[in-house]
């Protein structure tokens, strides 16, 4: 299980291999397969940049690319490309984004400056240390000046810190909203952001 072997799991995830993405659910997704769930987050993406044909956007930590596949789809024409740290995400990736997806780190993106009109990096960020994480949404800032979107993890006390611990695999940077206002704010990132937290039922710890 995730708890009883924490420390040998997150090691197998921290690699982002086969096992993270298509390994034993302990280890990461348990099986990372398309099947949609991208669409309406990939509208809501379009319509909030006003992305249209010939527009480039860049998905940072984009596993399989099932969100460019996406955006994509809900915007024909739309110039849609990723970046990933995995090479078998790469190497995997959804038949629609072969040649748009790329491995590359989230701190050095190899891309102009200003070349983007937005970027995107939800639940990636926070797998760095903190410098990773300053560098990375720079990078972003950098590529699409105030047209980005960043989501991580957070909590809000400690017993919501006590579940990311319990159950986050590969998070290296974490804390409450007010330390990622506060890492943005330095960072000068001027684009969007979210957190997500994670809360797990109390009943299932015992199945």
Known sequence: ARLDNKDENRAIAMKFGKEYFDGAREQGYGGYYYDGRWVPIAEDIVRHFCLKPGDRVLDVGCGKGFLVKDLMKCCPGLEAFGLDVSEYAVMN???????????????????????????????????????????????????????????????????????????????????????????????????????TILEVDPEWTHR
């Open 93 to 195: 990736c959804e038949p629609e984004v072969i040649g748009r997806i790329h491995q590359g780190h989230a701190a050095r993106l190899p891309f102009p400056d200003s070349s983007f009109q937005a970027i995107l990096s939800i639940n990636t960020v926070h797998n760095l240390d903190r410098a990773g994480c300053m560098q990375a949404v720079a990078e972003m800032e950098r590529v699409a000046p105030g047209r980005g979107y960043v989501q991580v993890d957070a909590y809000r006390d400690p017993a919501e810190e006590q579940i990311f611990l319990d159950w986050a695999l590969t998070a290296r940077t974490h804390g409450t909203p007010r330390f990622w206002e506060e890492l943005l704010r330095e960072a000068q990132y001027s684009g969007d952001y979210y957190w």
